[in-house]
């Protein structure tokens, strides 16, 4: 299957040509999603501008559980595997919590931190009914503080955007990015 959207060709605006040298590895092409987003720069600008891969209120480790819940949740192994490629060992993230993250729950084994439980959790909820009880509420508010509650619910809402994105435009898988592990 082929993307719906031919990505930008490169020579891009200097804007562009300067993220992209800042957000890619030496040696790295470009990733599909960005360049072509880039085919309209207020749109690369505005996807470049509501990223959440700086220091926050959460760590690279949650962060990371956050992103490869809500892209696994949506299907978008595109993006899933490339956060798996690029952060997922930095993160500390092992073979069975990213087989969780894709097939299994907040209840798994893996699981041992009371507070990935709960963003596991929130990450599901989120994706099935676009909101928060009062009881995972309450538990979540146990482990993270308001600003890190905050940064939570926009980081899921913006990878889903990306794996709408992906998914749509049907951007083929990075050669370099991880694939969804099987089910066992």
Known sequence: MSARIAPAASPHPAFVEEQLARLMPPGLAPLALFTTVARDER????????????RGALTLRQREIVIDRVTAGCGAEYEWGVHVAFFGRKADLTDAELRSLVHGSADDACWVAPEERALVRLCDRLHDTCTIDDALWDEARRHFSEMALIEILMLAGSYRMVS???????????????RFPDAH
């Open 43 to 54: 749109l690369f600008r505005r996807l470049m501008g509501g990223a959440l891969l700086d």
């Open 164 to 178: 709408y994105l992906a998914n749509a435009l049907r951007l083929p898988l990075e050669p370099f990015a991880a």
